[in-house]
């Protein structure tokens, strides 16, 4: 089973700045790639980025030059850097790592962009 520690959600003003980060463990095989994803109340889950072990990375339209995501392989930690931070950004983040045939999820963490 792998275990996620998922941090730096939070409430902040549109325009404002914040930076997730995942931590995975315990996976039986080589994590290849991670991401997050989002889900905002009524909404269904969408992709927000991810990024394989060897840096490529991928990002939805509405986050592109806002956002960016890096990795650190030996830690399997994952990071989103989030700026221009707009209400329409406000939902539960999801960690993501894809491990052999795998998929796994983290618990989630809050983000919510209001004045």
């Known amino acids: 089973q792998v275990h996620f520690v998922e941090s730096g959600g939070g409430l902040v003003q549109p325009g404002g700045s914040l930076r997730l980060s995942c931590a995975a463990s315990?996976?039986?095989?080589?994590?290849?790639?991670m991401g997050w994803y989002r889900q905002a109340p009524g909404k269904q889950r969408e992709l927000v980025a991810t990024?394989?072990?060897?840096?490529?990375?991928n990002y939805a339209d509405s986050v592109k030059g806002r956002f960016t995501i890096s990795m650190d392989n030996a830690e399997d930690t994952v990071y989103l850097q989030m700026n221009s931070l707009q209400p329409e950004d406000t939902a539960v983040y999801y960690c993501?790592?894809?491990?052999?045939?795998?998929?796994?999820w983290g618990q989630g963490t809050q983000v919510t962009v209001s004045s």
């Open positions: 993501n790592a894809l491990a052999h045939e795998y998929e796994y």
């Open positions: 315990g996976s039986p095989f080589s994590i290849y790639s």
């Open positions: 990024i394989t072990s060897g840096g490529s990375t």
